[in-house]
Nanobody, 119 residues
Framework: QVQLVESGGGSVQAGGSLRLSCAVS????????MGWFRQAPGKEREGVAT?????ITNYANSVKDRFTISRDNAKNNLKAEDTAMYYC????????????????????WGQGTQVTVSS
């Protein structure tokens, strides 16, 4: 079983930044794909960024050029619309079913960390 624990959320003003971290319980997940997702109240969970075992990153258009991720953290330049609960997720290497932006394709999830951005 893989356990993920996020930290680093908080409240900031627009234009500020937070470093979100994802602690992983097992060292053997080094070949897993890691993803960051977020969910705002009343909205579906959406993919923000992913990184595979080779360090290749993908970003959603809504955060491109503002967010930077590595395998264990994410940095950002925040806007009010970034307010949400942020989750890290991981999956072992296998073929995508719905795609990298679908929560259904990830096996393990953290409990989330809240990010609140005031304008």
């Amino acid at each position: 079983q893989v356990q993920l624990v996020e930290s680093g959320g908080g409240s900031v003003q627009a234009g500020g930044s937070l470093r979100l971290s994802c602690a992983v319980s097992r060292a053997t997940v080094s070949n897993y794909c890691m993803g960051w997702f977020r969910q705002a109240p009343g909205k579906e969970r959406e993919g923000v960024a992913t990184i595979n075992s080779d360090g290749i990153t993908n970003y959603a258009n809504s955060v491109k050029d503002r967010f930077t991720i590595s395998r264990d953290n994410a940095k950002n330049n925040l806007k009010a619309e970034d307010t949400a609960m942020y989750y890290c997720a991981s999956r072992p290497p296998r073929a995508w079913i719905r795609g990298r932006w679908s929560p259904d394709d990830y096996d393990y999830w953290g409990q989330g960390t809240q990010v609140t951005v005031s304008s």
